[in-house]
């Protein structure tokens, strides 16, 4: 954001979390929205995730939580204006 509090995408950020489960994934999008760390999470469900783990490949059910990001002026500035700097 600009001194002129001119907002532009690239000061916007996607952060993409897992969760073990929904509740988690909702405690912590609420956190985030009410301390002004994020303008909007979204908790997407059914996401089952394959990774390595100590020389093992896994599987795991998680939730998947990440705060959406648009282009438009109108939006970024609402972004701006919910997110504490």
């Not at 979390?17 to 994020?38: M, N």
């Not at 996401?47 to 002026?73: C, H, K, M, N, Q």
């Not at 970024?76 to 204006?81: E, H, K, P, T, V």
Request: some cysteine; overall charge negative.
């Amino acid at each position: 954001m600009t001194a002129a509090g001119e907002v532009f995408a690239s000061d916007v950020r996607i952060v993409l979390s897992t969760a073990p489960d929904a509740e988690a994934a909702l405690r912590l999008g609420r956190t985030l929205v009410g301390e002004g760390l994020a303008a909007c999470v979204n908790v997407v469900p059914g996401v089952r995730s394959i990774y390595r783990w100590r020389e093992a490949i896994e599987e795991a059910e998680e939730v998947l939580a990440f705060d959406p990001t648009g282009g438009a002026a109108s939006y970024l500035q609402w972004i701006a204006d919910v997110v504490r700097s």
